[in-house]
T-cell receptor, first 115, second 115 residues
Framework: DAGVIQSPRHEVTEMGQEVTLRCKPI?????LFWYRQTMMRGLELLIY????????DSGMPEDRFSAKMPNASFSTLKIQPSEPRDSAVYFC?????????????FGPGTRLTVL | AQSVTQLGSHVSVSEGALVLLRCNYS??????LFWYVQYPNQGLQLLLK??????LVKGINGFEAEFKKSETSFHLTKPSAHMSDAAEYFC?????????????FGPGTSLSVIP
């Protein structure tokens, strides 16, 4: 059974470039979460969707970040333009239902380096 | 609002010794509480969760945690550490208020196991 799939696993880009991270949640899960993990700030929730609708995007750091979920099996997180301080590991997670009591299943992450 | 503190960013134990990782939470509503583990270069995976049933919760890999409302604590223990337990451990809290409550993660505790 495939878990959460993220691509690419590693991304190195130069400051000012556009970066798109991709996520395929577990089939049948209707909640999807994007997190950012850094040494300084730990694990931060950026945005989460329920039934493809963004419920809370208060964690998105600024307008350079945007996320979409066009259907139940795909989501993207875009950074445009990218900056060195965006360097982090970005995780996507999915959950069977929107309730907070449900386990979140994490993908392997995308390690982003912005030079 | 909810928050989580984890005492000790790094804990070292000898193989076979007791593992104790501390977690204290703050919540204005009855909480859901979780422990997740992150192995190197992987996403997080659920160890166990408390959802207002039994106060002593048993999880995978021999770990357990006890919910103590009076102490607002949810410490994670394992009687005998194994080398494979070396990882980062995250305590997390969410409120039972609505189905859209976010899960808030603590800063994490890195566990080292010494042979």
């Amino acid at each position: 059974d495939a878990g959460v799939i993220q691509s690419p696993r590693h991304e190195v880009t130069e400051m000012g470039q556009e970066v798109t991270l991709r996520c395929k949640p577990i089939s049948g899960h209707n909640s999807l979460f994007w997190y950012r993990q850094t040494m300084m700030r730990g694990l931060e929730l950026l945005i989460y969707f329920n039934n493809n609708v963004p419920i809370d995007d208060s964690g998105m750091p600024e307008d350079r970040f945007s996320a979409k979920m066009p259907n139940a099996s795909f989501s993207t997180l875009k950074i445009q333009p990218s900056e060195p301080r965006d360097s982090a590991v970005y995780f996507c997670a999915s959950s069977p239902m929107g309730g907070p009591y449900n386990e979140q299943f994490f993908g392997p992450g995308t390690r982003l380096t912005v030079l | 609002a909810q928050s989580v503190t984890q005492l000790g960013s790094h804990v070292s134990v000898s193989e076979g010794a007791l593992v104790l990782l501390r977690c204290n939470y703050s919540s204005s509503v009855p909480p859901y509480l979780f422990w997740y583990v992150q192995y190197p270069n992987q996403g997080l995976q659920l160890l166990l969760k408390y959802t207002s049933a039994a106060t002593l919760v048993k999880g995978i890999n021999g770990f357990e945690a006890e919910f103590k409302k009076s102490e607002t604590s949810f410490h994670l223990t394992k009687p005998s550490a194994h080398m494979s337990d070396a990882a980062e451990y995250f305590c997390a809290v969410s409120g039972m208020k609505t189905s859209y409550d976010k899960v808030i993660f603590g800063p994490g505790t890195s566990l080292s196991v010494i042979p």
